[in-house]
């Protein structure tokens, strides 16, 4: 019987289509809004998974549009709420409950502070409804199973349409018209093979550079959370200032080369940690110079982090399975988490 997460993971090529075509006159009204704003710095207030979302909100905001863009931790803002300035500033939070505290007082003293606020949401009346100016939904329905799959999906999705609509980007705008067509072809990839090699596997190292970071770190935590594997991700630059000396004969290390400048230097790195003992796993997007792993290539860097996460929750719910783990309720943990 197939589990919640692979269930709800193969939701997420409708839910996106449903998404490009709905709601579109409430979006609308946010963009009209930021647009009257000059800002200068965005802020985000996110934790576990939605953080990972904000990832790729700050790669594109700084990267394609020079806007300072950064995580802000919660405990960070309440220490040093009185001495920080907020003006010219979006601060958004993204969440799939809405619920937890400590985003909520985030989003209300950032106001206070003058902030121009957003909260992009999945449920419909939560609480940070009221706490932000304006909500961006996400549309990713009801979630059941602990695991974030389609939420997240979701989220990426929303976030790359808020700022690519905000800038007036009609290349993100129109590769975000594509993307179910290739979510469809993602949910297609198999990565069997990839199984029995991390059935008893206890730590696994993932390495890649620039968007597909957003990727990795939420493949990370799905890993400890449905698998109980101890997964850490490493941009493949900082990974080389001191993680590189973990590396040895039983280490198992997964590098993500997508096209970009960055591929080269990261088959390379591939190449050099197999020389060092390690087993290596090179993911590639549609097995590009016929190495490693293919996962499905988009043809934009952005869509491509969303094609490969998509593939790895069908990956990473199987192995869980196959380990004996049911990846719906992880141990310890619930769906809405709340902290303060």
């Known amino acids: 019987m197939p589990t919640l997460m692979s269930l709800e993971t193969r939701e997420a090529p409708d839910l996106i289509a ?15 809004a930021i647009r009257t704003q000059p800002i200068r710095m965005a802020v985000s207030f996110a934790r576990g998974s939605s953080d990972h979302a904000a990832t790729l909100a700050h790669h594109l905001l700084k990267a394609r549009y020079g806007i300072w863009s950064f995580s802000c931790p919660p405990s960070q803002l309440k220490t040093g709420f009185e001495r920080l300035d907020f003006e010219n500033t979006l601060a958004f939070a993204i969440s799939q409950s809405g619920q937890s505290t400590d985003l909520l007082d985030c989003l209300k003293l950032s106001r206070r502070k003058g902030a121009f606020t957003v909260a992009i949401l999945n449920a419909t009346d ?15 329905g009801v979630e059941q199973s602990v695991a974030a799959t389609k ?25 975000l018209r594509t993307l179910p067509t290739h979510l469809e072809r993602a949910l297609e990839t198999q990565w069997d093979d ?39 991700a490493y941009s493949a630059a900082e990974f080389q200032h001191g993680p590189l000396a973990l590396v040895s004969k039983n280490t198992n290390v997964w590098v993500i080369a997508p096209p970009g400048p960055d591929t ?16 290596v796993t090179l993911f590639t997007a549609n097995t590009a110079a016929n190495a490693g792993t293919s996962f499905h290539g988009t043809g934009d860097a952005y869509l491509d982090v969303i094609s490969w996460i998509t593939t790895f929750y069908v990956y990473v719910d199987q192995l869980a399975v196959t380990r004996g783990l049911n990846p719906d309720v992880p141990p310890q943990l619930q769906k809405v988490t709340i902290t303060s």
Not at 126 to 140: D, I, K, L, T, Y
Not at 169 to 174: F, G, Q, S, W
Not at 194 to 216: C, D, F, H, Y
């Open 264 to 279: 080269t230097g990261l088959i390379d790195l591939a190449s050099r940690l197999r020389q060092s003992g390690a087993t």
């Open 126 to 140: 939560a609480p940070m409804h009221q706490a932000a100016e304006w909500v961006w939904p996400m549309g990713a």
């Open 194 to 232: 990839l199984i029995k090699p991390l059935v008893q596997t206890e730590s696994l190292l993932l390495v890649s550079r620039g968007p597909m970071m957003t990727a990795l770190e939420e493949a990370a935590l799905k890993l400890k959370e449905t698998c109980q594997i101890h997964a850490t």
């Open 151 to 175: 939420s997240f999906i979701c989220s990426l999705a929303s976030v790359l349409d808020f700022v690519g609509t905000w800038q007036n980007d009609h290349t993100v705008k129109a590769s």
């Open 18 to 32: 449903k998404y490009l075509t709905s709601m579109q006159a409430e979006r609308l009204q946010v963009i009209q």
